[in-house]
Every structure is written in C-alpha cells, then in structure tokens.
C-alpha cells in the first residue's frame, strides 16, 4: 500500500512540472513567438543546460541524504584547469589527430580521476570525522578553488586544442554533444536512485541516519560513494564547461551554484532528505533553461533580473511544496 | 582551570599566539604598530557580521544574506540619497532600516515555514543582488560628502619608522567595540540569549519551556539583517568608496570563523570570544602570508585547510564525548544493569 501511496506522489511531483513546462512554453511561445520556437534558439538551449543540469543532479545527489555539496562548482573548475595543463603540457605541435585524441581521452580520465578523490574526501570529511555536509564541503570548496588558483595563478588557461572545442560543441545526428552526455548520465543517474539498492540505501540514510545505522547499513560507505558520485558529475560538468568556453579559471561559473540547489529544489527534492527523483531534477533544468532563454530576448531586461526570479522562485517553490505536503497530510489523517 | 584549558577558546588563542611569533620571527614585522592596525582593519568589518551570525548559528540556523543586504542597503543610500541628507546619521538610519526589512523577510519565512535557513537565505541573497544590479543598475560610485569625511576621521595612526608606511585606525572600531559588547551583553545576560542557546540545545524543549521560539527566530534574523546595512555603510566609510561586489564571498569567511572559534554548526553551544578569536585566526592567515613569504594565490588553500582541521579538532572532540557519555551511562547499571549482576 504504501509502496502504491510513494509511486502516486512520485508521479504527483512530476505531473506538477510537467504542467509548469507546459504553461512555461505557452507563455513564452506566445510572448515571443517565432523567436523562442526555432531551430537556432533551441539548438544554444541545447549547448547551455548540460552542465548547469549536471550539477543540478549532482546537488540531488547529496541532498538526498540529507546533505548538500557546496564544492560542486570548485571541483569542475578543478578538473578543468587540470585538464588544460596536462593538455597544454603534451600535446606538441606536429601531433598526429588521433595522438590528440588520445591525450584527450587520457585527460578526461585524469579529470573523473581526481573527482573521485575530492568526494571521497568529501564524502570522508562527513562519513568518518563527522563534520556537518554545509562546512565540510564550505572547507572543500575554498581548497578545491585555492588548488585551481594556485596552478594558474588566478589567470585564464587557453590555448587547448582544437578537437576539444570541436568535439563538445559538435552534434550527433543533430543532437548537440553535450545533451548526449548529459542524458547518459542523468539516465545513469536515475537508475541508481530508483532501480538500485544503493538508491534505496542513499534514501535511507536521507531520511533517517539512526535508523540506517541500526538496519546495518554502512553510513561512512554510503556516504563516500554518495559524495564520490556527486563529484563525478561534477566533473562531467566540469569538462563540457571546459570545452564550450574553450578555456579554464578558477572561478568559473559562480552563479551555478545557486542555480543547482534551485533546480534540485524545484524538481521536487526534499532539501532535509530522503524525498525526490531524477527526473524531476531533468525537469526542472529544462525549465529553468526555458525562462532563461526566453528573458535573453528582452534587451532591455538586464541579466540580474533573472537573480531576482531565481531567489523568488526558490522561496515561492519552498513555501508551495510545503502547503501541497501539509494538505496531503491532513487528507491523510482524514482517510 | 581544567575547563578554560579544554575549550575551544584556548586552543585557537593559543594557535594565534604561536602564528603570531612564526611570523613575527619570519619577517620582525608583525608586532609593528602599522601591521597591527592593518590587522584590525582587516578583521572590523567580519568581526561585526560574526556577531548576527553567531546568533543564528547558536540556533541551528545558518545565514549566508548579510554580504547581499550589506552591498544592497549601502549601494541604494548611497547612490539615491546623496542629493537628499546630509547627515551621515540619516544614511546610517535608512540602511538599517533596507536590512531590518530584508532579515524580518528571512525571519518570517524560515521560524513559520521551518525551512532550511541556508536555502531560504541563498534565495533573498540572489534577491539582494539581483536588486541591487538589475533595479540600481550598481557599479563602483563614489562616495558623497558625508559619509567621506566620516570615511577620513581617524581614531589615532601608527607609523612604521623601518619602513614609513601609515596606517589609520578607523572610527568604525568603536562600532565594532559596541556591537561585541551588544552581543556579549545578550547572549550572557538576556532571557532573550538564554532562548537562543535553548532553541538551539533542542526546539521543541524551548518551546515547552515557555520562549517565544518563533519570536526569537524573527529577532535574530532581524539583528542580523539590521546590522548588515549598517557594516555596508561602514564598509564603504572604509575604503572611501562604494565598491558593490566588495563584499561577495564573505559569509564564508564568517561562517567559518563562528565554527573554527566553537560555535557549534548543530546549534546549543558558542560564545562571542571563541568567534572572534575564529575571526582573528582567519585574517591573520590572509593578511600575514606575504610577511611569511608565501605566495598570495596560496590563501584559499590556507583559508581550506584552516577550516577543514578546525572543523574536524571540534567534529572529533564532539564524537569523544558522546562515547564518553555512553560508556558512563552503561557504567551506571541503567541500560546493561543485568550484565554487572551475571558477573557477580
């Protein structure tokens, strides 16, 4: 029965977006017409929302246990920057293409490499020592970014080689790179939470520490493979960011932060654990992708009034899911 | 003895006290006049935002607004009011009244709604911002008269006689001084403190106890807001301008100083000495890396690792003491009673 109850209220959450999605496209649709609905605007919403959506699931991730992971854009900056240099340290003029390619190749692994480490030690910080998720990764992310800046030294990494750029910003049969990489991933993403043991494990442990430790679970595995699986999107993330500014900085992609813990929020993840789905996550991404392109068409709409419907949005999202949660609680107690 | 010794206070005075002699040993200049004003500089404008912070930690809650309602209440004075006032008090007056509002919006929205306050406060900070630039249209703006000649007063100077440098004491340290004491004077001798740590100890025993919680809550978000729009006027007293984006950032470096210096992130423990203490470590570290002859793109890694053993000494010694606790209880006979009499 309750098995029942939990898949109406999962399909509940995703209806809601669903409509939201819809009556976004509407409106926008109807506001600007041919210019939101054409090729070439969904073709650069198609290159923008990979990497803020990845780091939107990877903030799912931890907030799924009752966490959260405020170095999610240090470590694909991190990654980032260490792919630069190795790149620009063995890549030679006179390379073959397929040379390239392999260095490439070597790179990214390099890159989902040193992300293992950072959320293992994320994941070692919360599990093992027993510091709280926020000042944990607070700390992480201030020496993942210091890491960054010191190999730079606060300066813009280029010179990457073309096949990068080329390949990210490439298409499959129409389809950008990045949105095959990121529904391989999110599709990846969600077969854990939802298909797995370790899924149902990670909710567990969300929803109740006491009781996950008391039905022997492992807590500190849990929670390093937790946090190791949140810095490998982010890492994912990190390399597509590399490719399409065709460039690394420490500091790039601030306001992405924010951004992920609002998608994750609104695609209906419950901030204090346990509650929420990837596909509610991929959901709201593309929302938030949609308002974002549709307020790019307004020239006399400055870029910092989407910070304004952004922080709004975040609170009226809160406030919303808590009076639907407190209606189904009562109609519950009345049932 | 043995208390003071334990604490937490100690072991960070302690640390500062050794830092201070390895740099004064490195470089001889860390005990000059001119280094230790530049110091309390450095520390005057996080030392303030420690104590609305402190509060809120102290309840379980944690704000990451105050750098947003700081830049936002001292851009919008600044720039729309220069024409209007020419006392310095009214500009100070209506930037705390621009952060009351916005901390009694936090307030509400998080003791109501029992929301998690980094989420709700991440929310109004993007809003602050987004006001700020978009609404404002902020950029760097100079100072108006006022508040320049405020910025110019000095309470004495010291001069490095090796290498002639000056530095000038603000006025804003005796704000400083009063806002500690403020925060002492609640916290240790108000009802209002002790409802604060209670409501940090355990909510629902708070509220059995007869304090107001969600009055409470309201209060500390309020301070908070409150006090950030008058360190945003300070601030830009400080530097003689309006630098909008001078202050992103900083919840981090406060957050993690209230923490290193004791204030329990869980809430029901800390005092202003241990966050202030947090805070003094904290900006040593980033002012005094180039008399130490490090490199300055090493200070996020130093500010990292700071905070992560910092945070790490308090998570272990709180693990310690929970076993302890447990293996008195059992020593007692309560729960495993029938062990001890099949022994006998």
């Excluded at chain 1, 209220?9 to 809601?16: Q, Y």
């Excluded at chain 2, 310095?88 to 916005?102: K, N």
Aim: with cysteine; charged share 10%; glycine share 10%.
């Amino acid at each position: 029965m309750d098995t029942i109850r939990h898949a109406i209220n999962r399909d509940k959450n995703l209806a809601r977006l669903l409509v939201v999605f819809l009556m976004v496209f509407i409106l926008c649709t109807a506001l600007k017409g041919s210019m939101f609905v054409s090729v070439s605007n969904f073709q650069s919403m198609g290159k923008q929302f990979p990497e803020f959506g990845l780091l939107s699931i990877a903030m799912a991730f931890t907030l799924f246990t009752a966490g959260i992971d405020l170095s999610v854009v240090a470590i694909a900056n991190l990654c980032a920057v260490l792919m630069a240099k190795f790149l620009s340290i063995v890549i030679v003029p006179d390379m073959s293409s397929s040379a390239v390619f392999m260095m490439i190749a070597a790179a990214c692994f390099m890159a989902l490499a040193v992300s293992i480490l950072c959320g293992a030690f994320n994941g070692f910080l919360i599990g093992v020592v027993g510091i709280t998720p926020i000042l944990a990764t607070l700390g992480t992310q201030a020496l993942y970014t210091g890491f960054a800046i010191v190999m730079t030294n606060g300066s813009t990494l280029g010179g990457l080689p073309k096949q990068l750029a080329a390949t990210i910003n490439g298409s499959v049969a129409g389809i950008p790179v990045p949105i095959i990489i990121f529904c391989v991933f999110a599709a990846i993403s969600a077969f854990i939470m939802s298909k797995t043991t370790l899924g149902y494990k990670l909710r567990m442990l969300g929803t109740s520490e006491k009781a996950s430790t008391f039905s022997g679970f492992d807590n500190v595995r849990l929670f390093i493979i937790n946090y190791v699986l949140s810095a490998v999107l982010s890492a994912v993330a990190g390399i597509i960011m590399l490719g399409r500014f065709n460039s690394a900085k420490a500091d790039y992609g601030a306001s992405y932060l924010m951004e992920a813990i609002l998608i994750a929020v609104l695609g209906g993840v419950d901030p204090y654990g346990g509650k929420g789905n990837i596909s509610g996550v991929v959901m709201a991404t593309l929302i938030v992708q949609m308002v974002s392109s549709w307020l790019n068409m307004y020239e006399d709409i400055s870029n910092f009034y989407r910070q304004i419907i952004w922080g709004g949005l975040l609170i009226f999202v809160l406030i919303y899911n808590y009076i639907v949660n407190e209606r189904e609680k009562k109609q519950a107690m009345k049932g | 003895m043995q208390k003071t010794v334990k604490s937490t206070e100690f072991y960070v005075a302690l640390i500062i006290l050794l830092l201070c002699m390895a740099i004064q040993v490195k470089s001889g200049q860390f005990f000059t006049g001119n280094n230790l004003v530049d110091v309390v500089r450095a520390f005057l404008v996080p030392a303030m935002f420690c104590i609305g912070e402190m509060f809120i930690i102290i309840t379980g809650g944690v704000d990451v607004s105050f750098p947003a309602i700081a830049s936002l209440s001292m851009f919008v004075v600044c720039s729309q009011l220069e024409d209007v006032a020419s006392n310095p008090l009214v500009f100070f007056g209506v930037a705390m009244f621009i952060g009351l509002m916005v901390g009694i919006l936090n307030g509400v929205i998080i003791a109501r709604f029992k929301f998690p306050a980094l989420i709700v406060t991440l929310g109004t900070s993007s809003i602050c911002f987004g006001i700020m630039q978009g609404v404002f249209k902020s950029r760097e703006y100079p100072l108006c008269a006022p508040l320049k000649e405020l910025g110019e007063m000095k309470l004495f100077s010291a001069t490095n006689p090796v290498s002639g440098l000056t530095s000038n004491m603000p006025i804003g340290f005796i704000l400083m001084i009063l806002l500690i004491f403020l925060g002492w004077f609640i916290l240790n001798r108000t009802m209002l403190g002790r409802g604060i740590y209670a409501i940090g100890g355990d909510v629902k025993a708070a509220q059995r106890a007869g304090f107001n919680v969600f009055g409470i809550l309201l209060f500390i978000y309020a301070f908070s807001g409150c006090m950030a729009g008058l360190i945003g006027i300070l601030r830009s007293t400080m530097l003689l301008a309006v630098h909008p984006n001078n202050l992103e950032g900083m919840e981090m470096t406060v957050i993690a100083a209230c923490v290193l210096g004791g204030v329990r992130m869980t809430g029901g423990k800390g005092s202003v000495l241990g966050a202030m203490l947090g805070m003094a470590l904290l900006t040593i570290v980033d002012n005094s890396l180039i008399l130490l002859g490090i490199s300055t793109v090493w200070q996020k890694v130093f500010t990292g690792a700071i905070i992560i053993i910092g945070t790490a000494a308090s998570a272990i010694q709180a693990k310690r003491n929970e076993r302890k606790l447990a293996i008195k209880m059992s020593e007692g006979g309560n729960w495993y009673g029938y062990n001890q009499t099949c022994n006998k």
